[in-house]
Every structure is written in C-alpha cells, then in structure tokens.
C-alpha cells in the first residue's frame, strides 16, 4: 500500500476503504508517512469531503492511535461536554459544575486557546496555585473526591488527532467538516464518559458561518458517538455576539462565577441552563422539564458554585478567587472605546472582537505565545444595543500599554452601527440528536 494511491484516491473523488484508512493513521503516527503527503491528503479531503463510513473509520483510527482513559472504576454516570469554540465562552466553567452538583461525574478533557478562541485550560490557570494539567492518577482521583476534574488533553490520547491538527491549523485546512468531526469525536471516544453533549457554534466567531454547515457537522458527530454506544446531543448556538459581555480569561472566570451566583448576563444563563439540561436528561435525571427545573435550582441554590470551588481547591486553586473572584485583579492598562457616530449596533464580528482581544494578551498568536491571563475586553454593549455618539462600547484591557492601540482598531473594524435596530437572532437555533434535528 502506498500513501501516493491513497491521495490519488481522495484526489479523484474515490471512498478510501477500512484498511487504506487505518493503515494510513497508523503509519502517519508511527512517522513513516511524511507531512507533505499528509498534507495533500488534507486538502484533498478538504475539496472532496468524505463519506459518513470513512469519517467514522478515520476517528476510530485516530482513537486507536494511543491510549484511552479508563473510567470505569469511578461510580456514578460520567459526562463530558464539548464546545466547536467561540468568543467569551465561557459555558464549560458553569455548565460541568451544574451537573456534578446534581450527581453527575465529570471528567473532562479541555484544551488551550489557540488564535482568538479562549481555551478552558487557559481561563482556569487565570485562578492563582491552580493546576489544569494534571496527571491521569491526579486526575482522577480530584474526580472520586469532588465528582469533577477539568485538566488539559493527555498526548497519550488520540495522539494521531494532535499530529493532524497541527498540520492542519498550518495547511489552511482546518474548516473541513468531516476533519473537524473526526478530530473532535476522537478525543470523546477514548475520554471513557456515557454522556456528551456537543455545543456547535454558528455565525462569525467560529468554523462554522451558516446553520446549515453547523447542523452538518453536528449530524455527522452524533452519528460517530451513537456508533460507538454513546448517549449523545448536540445544540446549534449563536456566535454572531460573543457570549456575555466579558471575554479574556480572568474576566471570564468571573464572569461565569457571577452566572453561577444567579446573576449573569441573559445569553450566557441561557445557554448554559440548556447545555446542562440536555446533559442532566441523556444522564436519565428527568424528562427535559424536570432537567431545565433541576438545573436552573441548582444554579439558585449555590450548590454549584460550591462544585466549582470544590475542584479548583482540589486542583490546588485559591477557592476564594472563585467566592471573591475581584480578587483575580485588574490589568493595569485599560482603554474605553467609544462609539464614533449614534445610532444602533448593526452588527459585532466576533471573530474581529476575538482577534482584538488576542492582540491584547488574552490570546495565542502562536502556539508559543505566553496568556496574559488579564488581558480582555468588557462589553458595555451588543448588537441591538441603542448607542449615543461618544459613549462607551467597551474596555479594553492589558498590562502592555503598547497592546491597546492596534487592539482598539481592531476592535472598531468590527462593529458596525446603523439608525435601524437589526432582527433578533435566536440564541439557540435548533437540537440534533440520533432522531435528526429538531
């Protein structure tokens, strides 16, 4: 078998078999194929696309490429939740510490931000003394003392998926949906959870830019766990605005604690309650009523924040940075952005906002770009939002003064404003399962 047929293959449009896939991931991750011809693979199966039998074979592969996590000795019905990565979101710090707080296990897997998406790992290291990259015994024995564990992905893990997305963040090949589905599904597969619930965001800040494509890929990663025994569900989200109105990785920290407080921002909340129910109900807590009832008491009653501080203590975390989270800091160099005519926000790019915060510090460049875990941007407004000429849009905020003007005409580029309000788009735009879209 050679590489050069296989790519060929794809090239012309041809459905690679079980053993061209398998003995491909194979030897891609032993180092016996070469990136160039990787690459042109990738971006034959960039134009080409790929089957739903290929892209299951090629994340089963990639799966079996290295180690799995054996969660099997830890009671209790375990839960994962992934988001395809967006602007200010900051979901994961209030959605997993809702469902532990009502009997689910979590122990999940989150990755570092990387360009203008914030990474998990990232936001909770903002918390002094806290560790997100923990060992597989640490790991899971914070998950049998707290019932959640959040750290960064093992490279013993579907190490094929590292290699591959590397290549593929260097190769323009990144937006591909069936890449982007195997990529995602693999990692799930060998993190040992029942339950997941897919978070897919649509609109400017993310891969995605239409509910079509977004509902494809979903589909196509519902499909990959239901054939692997997996409960599984995925939500069609927003991000056209980013996602409450504090984005950089202290500020979303505490963000997210104010929401688990009762007192965050209305899309946030939403979005967070209806992640938290979908997972509470493929756990069998409830019908969906009961699931949104028993999330939002949870939320109310302070138990899961008591959750989240629980695993940051667990993880070697200062727990009153998450009771007091003021106490994260401020940066010392803030900037107000003004609104340049009056009228109302037409539009706000969140890619371009997440681009300006990353020029701010709060985000990678690179993959060696160091976080300046204060850096962000506050929003004072968003689209719909009424706006007077010289009144304050948002802060931005750095320790490197020298950040703040390129961040500040970034940011400018981004937001558009005009004299009629726009149409309000839903938050949620639809829910797919294994029954189809719903």
């Known amino acids: 078998m050679r590489m050069y047929d296989i790519i060929i293959k794809k090239r012309g449009g041809g459905a690679l ?10 030897r891609y991750t032993e180092g016996d194929i070469p990136d160039y011809q990787m690459s042109a693979f990738l971006m034959a199966v960039y134009f080409q696309g790929m089957t739903d039998e290929e892209t299951a074979i090629l994340t089963d592969a990639m799966a079996r490429s290295g180690e799995s996590l ?6 209790g019905v375990k839960v994962d939740k992934h988001s395809t990565g967006g602007v200010g979101d900051k979901t994961t710090l209030i959605v997993t510490p809702i469902v532990a707080a009502c009997g689910c296990t979590v122990a999940k897997m989150s990755g570092r931000g990387l360009g203008h998406t914030g990474g998990t790992v990232d936001k909770l290291e903002s918390i002094p003394g806290m560790c997100a990259s923990l060992s597989r015994d640490k790991f899971l024995d914070v998950v049998r003392r707290t019932g959640i564990a959040v750290t960064g992905q093992s490279p013993d893990l579907a190490p094929a998926d590292k290699k591959l997305y590397a290549l593929r963040d260097v190769t323009a090949t990144v937006d591909s949906i069936p890449l982007i589905a195997a990529s995602i599904m693999s990692k799930k597969l060998v993190a040992g959870s029942d339950c997941i619930v897919l978070d897919v965001k649509t609109g400017s800040g993310t891969f995605m830019k239409t509910v079509e494509d977004s509902v494809c890929l ?15 569900a995925a939500l069609i989200t927003n991000m056209d605005i980013p996602l409450g109105y504090q984005i950089g990785n202290a500020l979303e920290v505490e963000e997210a604690v104010r929401t688990l407080r009762g007192q965050g921002p209305d899309d946030l909340t939403e979005v967070s309650l209806a992640l938290a129910a979908q997972l509470l109900f493929l756990a069998e807590k409830g019908d969906m009523d009961d699931c949104r009832k028993l999330a939002r008491d949870t939320l109310d009653s302070g ?15 200062d727990g009153t940075c998450v ?18 005519t009056g009228g109302y926000i037409t539009k ?3 890619a371009g906002i997440g681009i300006a915060a990353m020029l701010l510090g709060a985000g990678r460049e ?23 000429k010289g009144e304050t849009v948002a802060t931005l905020l750095t320790s490197d003064e020298t950040r703040l003007d390129a961040a500040k005409e970034r940011f400018l580029e981004s937001v558009a404003i005009g004299q009629a309000a726009p149409e309000k788009k839903p938050l949620i735009y639809a829910r797919v399962t294994e029954r189809g879209v719903e």
């Not at 499909?223 to 692997?228: K, L, P, R, S």
């Not at 976080?371 to 689209?383: F, R, Y």
């Open 17 to 26: 078999s079980e053993e061209e896939l398998r003995w491909m991931i194979t």
């Open 70 to 75: 054996d969660l099997s000795g830890i009671p």
């Open 218 to 232: 979903a589909e196509k990663m519902v499909a990959i766990g239901v054939h692997n025994g997996k409960k599984i």
């Open 303 to 317: 138990a899961a924040l008591e959750k989240l501080v629980a695993m940051v203590e667990a993880q070697g975390g």
């Open 323 to 340: 009771r007091h989270p003021e106490k994260l800091g401020r940066a010392p160099f803030a900037m107000e952005v003004k609104a340049e």
């Open 348 to 350: 706000m790019d969140s």
């Open 366 to 388: 690179t993959k060696e770009s160091e976080i300046d875990p204060l850096a962000g941007i506050i929003l004072s407004k968003k689209t719909g939002d009424s706006v007077k």
